[in-house]
């Protein structure tokens, strides 16, 4: 089984619907990140999480919230979808222990389009 | 800031070619992390190689091998002898104690997208 799931992988939705985008992770990883690419840009950070009371916003949170609701887990949501979010998003995640090079482990990512 | 930068936006190589892409980074930190990753047509990520910037030793992993020189703030990443399932879009990216103040996230760059003709 996949270490960093992504569910779901493929969504279609119209403007102004909210939208959940769920990520879980089996590495026992304490830290969880959210990542958009879109064409031609890479990928930029929307939000990150260092443990389950810990939430911090990216260079492009604006849009988005997250839940982080257990080490495991940890959801984005875009509260009321615009056609300007259609990317592919990605979660990550990493440990903090100092022998990691700072390597992060990415799921299959999600596919999302907003009509 | 941290930065990384991949000048070369697409390059079309016939096969069986060599090829490099280039990765040119920025960073105040001395202790800094560099990866690259290969994205092919399906979407995923997938993991080539890690650096951190005590290392400056190049790596040979069969076709793949790459240039780390930190005078010159590169980490160049070359494909001997590609094949067609070399296509895909390759990111290089970065780490280090100053990402996004403390987040430790990677900084990519824009990517690379090559393309290997039969």
């Known amino acids: 089984d996949a270490d960093v799931t992504q569910t779901p992988r493929n969504r279609i939705t119209k403007t102004g619907k909210r939208i959940m985008l769920e990520c879980s992770q089996t590495?026992?990883?304490?830290?969880m990140y959210w990542y958009r690419q879109d064409p031609g840009l890479g990928l930029r950070l929307i939000y990150y999480?260092?443990?389950?009371?810990?939430?911090n916003k990216g260079e492009i949170s604006d849009g988005y919230s997250v839940s982080r609701q257990a080490q495991a887990k940890f959801s984005l949501s875009l509260e009321s979808a615009i056609p300007n979010q259609t990317a592919l998003y990605f979660c990550a995640t990493a440990t903090s222990d100092r022998s990691s090079y700072n390597e992060q482990f990415f799921g299959p990512g999600t596919r999302l389009t907003v009509l | 800031a941290q930065k990384v930068t991949q000048a070369q936006t697409e390059i079309s190589v016939v096969e069986k070619e060599d090829v490099t892409l280039d990765c040119v980074y920025e960073?105040?930190?001395?202790?800094?992390?560099l990866f690259w990753y290969k994205q092919p047509p399906s979407g995923e990520l997938v993991f080539l190689i890690r650096?951190?910037?005590?290392?400056?030793q190049n790596e040979i992993s069969g076709r793949y091998s790459w240039n780390f020189q930190k005078s010159t703030s590169s980490f160049n990443f070359t494909i001997t002898a590609s094949q067609v399932v070399d296509s895909a879009v390759y990111f290089c990216a970065l780490s280090d104690s100053y990402s996004g103040a403390g987040s430790y996230q990677l900084t990519f760059g824009k990517g690379t997208k090559l393309s290997v003709i039969p």
């Open positions: 960073t105040r930190d001395t202790t800094y992390y």
């Open positions: 999480s260092f443990d389950v009371k810990d939430i």
């Open positions: 650096r951190n910037s005590f290392d400056e």
């Open positions: 590495k026992g990883h304490d830290r």
